[in-house]
């Protein structure tokens, strides 16, 4: 029973398409966040949602649109792809300040 | 705002051999630390962390870290590592009630027979 778990696992597609990356878990934590992983493996917060509500939202382009339709999940959607958004996202969930749970991870190819 | 160093980005062992892999974090308040492990293709493990109390701290699959609070460090160890073990490992920092998990850059762990 996989406590976070994200679709697709993989995405490709061509630069100026919407997409969107779903997440989902059953862990019951009260606030769910976003990571994006870049080709050098660095790991950069993207958003945070507490109990539906955006509480961080880390200098990301107005393109990426996260949403919560309820405290299990938290989507992201990608407007107008460009070949940087490249990279593998992660979704985690956890309690503020404490240990995050991640997801598998999806990773997104822009051609 | 608190960050985390990690000090090497690669680190080649053999197998058998014991490892340790440097972290140092900046902050002005309390932290909570931890380390995270990401095998190939894989998604981010949690091996261990350090909220308060003890200063060592065990994990899971025989790691262990020492949070040093005059040097800021967190650093990582295993007696013995496995081929298995190979894999990016990443330090992080968020501090109490705060939403924001700080990483480092990752130590790539290379385990050779």
């Known amino acids: 029973d996989t406590a976070v778990s994200q679709t697709p696992k993989y995405l490709v597609t061509q630069m100026g398409n919407d997409k969107s990356i779903k997440c989902e878990q059953n862990l019951g934590h009260d606030t769910m966040y976003w990571y994006k992983q870049d080709s050098k493996k660095f790991l950069k917060i993207m958003f945070s949602y507490n109990n539906k509500e955006l509480i961080i939202n880390e200098t990301v382009p107005n393109r990426f649109s996260p949403k919560s339709p309820d405290k299990a999940h938290l989507n992201l959607h990608i407007n107008s792809l460009e070949l940087g958004d490249s990279a593998v996202y992660f979704c985690?969930?956890?309690?503020?300040?404490?240990?995050?749970?991640f997801g598998p991870g999806t990773r997104l190819l822009v051609l | 705002a608190q960050s985390v160093t990690q000090l090497d980005s690669q680190v080649p062992v053999f197998e058998e051999a014991p490892v340790e892999l440097r972290c140092n974090y900046s902050?002005?308040?309390?932290?909570?630390l931890f380390w995270y492990v990401q095998y190939p293709n894989q998604g981010l493990q949690l091996l261990l962390k350090?909220?308060?109390?003890?200063?060592l701290v065990k994990g899971i699959n025989g790691f262990e870290a020492e949070f040093n609070k005059s040097q800021t460090s967190f650093h990582l160890r295993k007696p013995s590592v496995h081929i298995s073990d190979t894999a990016e490992y990443f330090c992080?920092?968020?501090?109490?009630?705060?939403?924001?998990?700080?990483f480092g850059a990752g130590t790539t762990v290379t385990v050779r027979a």
């Open positions: 992080a920092v968020s501090r109490p009630n705060d939403y924001k998990l700080s």
């Open positions: 350090y909220l308060s109390g003890s200063t």
């Open positions: 985690a969930t956890g309690t503020s300040g404490e240990t995050q749970y």
């Open positions: 902050s002005s308040v309390s932290v909570y």
